[in-house]
């Protein structure tokens, strides 16, 4: 059974940065596609950014361009996502996904056959 964990959450003033760390149990995810979403109280869930299992395709949501970067150390985590410029508008449950498929990477939500994690939170303050 794998396990995804998410870290690094907090509370941060805006214009301030936070880098979220996604890390496995159970299994290797090398050979997976792993996204980040986040879902704030009362929204639906939205994609943020995904990586490709290479690590060499990125595709990212028009609000984290230019802000927000995803990347991945298969040696020892599968995902990380650097928010730097954190405005009020990005309080969320920030979760990271890991899918065998690569529907992440086109921006929309990943397989059934994918792995959750329970979220980190992210509070920003005006």
């Known amino acids: 059974q794998v396990q995804v964990v998410e870290s690094g959450g907090g509370l941060v003033q805006a214009g301030g940065s936070l880098r979220l760390s996604c890390a496995a149990s159970g299994r290797t995810l090398m050979s997976y596609d792993m996204g980040w979403f986040r879902q704030a109280p009362g929204k639906e869930r939205e994609f943020v950014a995904a990586i490709s299992r290479s690590g060499g395709g990125t595709h990212y949501a028009d609000f984290a361009k230019g802000r927000f970067t995803i990347s991945r150390d298969n040696a020892k985590n599968p995902a990380y996502l650097q928010m730097n410029s954190l405005k009020p508008e990005d309080p969320a449950v920030y979760l990271c996904?890991?899918?065998?498929?690569?529907?992440?990477?086109?921006?929309?939500?990943?397989?059934?056959?994918?792995?959750w994690g329970q979220g980190t939170q992210v509070t920003v303050s005006s």
């Open positions: 996904a890991a899918d065998p498929f690569s529907d992440m990477l086109y921006g929309i939500r990943p397989s059934n056959s994918a792995y």
